[in-house]
Nanobody, 123 residues
Framework: QVQLVESGGGLVQAGGSLRLSCTAS????????MGWFRQAPGKQRESVAA???????LYAASVKGRFTISRDNAKNTVYLQMNRLRPDDTAVYYC?????????????????WGQGTQVTVSS
């Protein structure tokens, strides 16, 4: 059973940067698409970025140009580099994996989820 562990969240001022990491256990990481999602208080979970097994990336319009998703298959880790953070980026960030290598933004396509890491951006 694959398990995902996120790290790297924290408190940062608007305009600052954070890098989230998500490390997966199991031997199928390289064949899996990975996604980052976030959920703010009182709001639905929303997609942030996703990356296919081959490195094709997807970004939500709200983060395009500010966030970068990447993966290191040798380390079973996916990253989310977040620059020029804004207060409305405040949320719990979750990484997720799916058995297919095709990246999507549909939460239902992802079968394994991490526990989440809090990102708080102060104004």
């Amino acid at each position: 059973q694959v398990q995902l562990v996120e790290s790297g969240g924290g408190l940062v001022q608007a305009g600052g940067s954070l890098r989230l990491s998500c490390t997966a256990s199991g031997r199928t990481f390289g064949a899996s698409a990975m996604g980052w999602f976030r959920q703010a208080p009182g709001k639905q979970r929303e997609s942030v970025a996703a990356i296919s097994s081959g490195g094709i990336t997807l970004y939500a319009a709200s983060v395009k140009g500010r966030f970068t998703i990447s993966r290191d298959n040798a380390k079973n880790t996916v990253y989310l580099q977040m620059n020029r953070l804004r207060p409305d980026d405040t949320a719990v960030y979750y990484c997720a994996s799916r058995s297919s290598g095709i990246a999507t933004f549909r939460t239902g396509d992802y079968s394994v989820w991490g526990q989440g890491t809090q990102v708080t951006v102060s104004s």
